[in-house]
């Protein structure tokens, strides 16, 4: 019997942090699928900004690649709070720099 109220107990302590996290994040005016693309561009930044310190070397379907990538990044980054990635705020700035020189660089040659 004590272990049935244990479990009892377990799953509704789950479901309470499940709901306030979804609440959280409600509060933070995002949607949950916001929530998810965000973690996931959060994890494609850190790779980008390791390749944006060496775009120079980038073969032309690397940087149409990197372009795209990066579009996505800034597109996920873009519809959540600035708190959550303030952190971020370097490499997301490095990323975005990177971006901007190959569009140049695409651009004009």
Same mark, same amino acid.
């Given at each position: #019997? $004590? ?8 799953? !509704?302590?789950? *479901?309470?942090?499940?709901? *306030?996290?979804? $609440? ?5 005016? #995002?949607?949950? %699928?916001? !929530? *998810?693309? +965000?973690? =996931?561009? /959060? &994890? #494609? ?5 390791? !390749?944006?310190?060496?775009? @120079?070397? +980038?073969?032309? =379907? &690397? =940087?149409? $690649? +990197?372009? %795209?990538?990066?579009? @996505?990044? *800034?597109?996920? +980054? &873009? %519809?959540?709070? /600035?708190?959550?990635? &303030? ?5 997301? /700035? =490095?990323? $975005? ?13």
């Amino acid at each position: #019997m $004590l272990i049935i109220k244990l479990i009892y107990i377990l799953l !509704f302590l789950i *479901f309470a942090l499940v709901g *306030f996290a979804y $609440l959280q994040i409600k509060m933070a005016g #995002m949607t949950v %699928k916001d !929530f *998810f693309r +965000f973690i =996931q561009a /959060n &994890e #494609m930044l850190d790779k980008l900004y390791v !390749f944006s310190k060496k775009y @120079e070397k +980038f073969s032309a =379907q &690397e =940087q149409i $690649l +990197f372009l %795209k990538e990066a579009e @996505e990044v *800034f597109s996920a +980054f &873009e %519809k959540v709070p /600035n708190e959550l990635w &303030e952190e971020d705020y370097s490499k997301y /700035n =490095q990323v $975005l720099t990177t971006y901007k020189d190959i569009k140049v660089i695409r651009w004009v040659g």
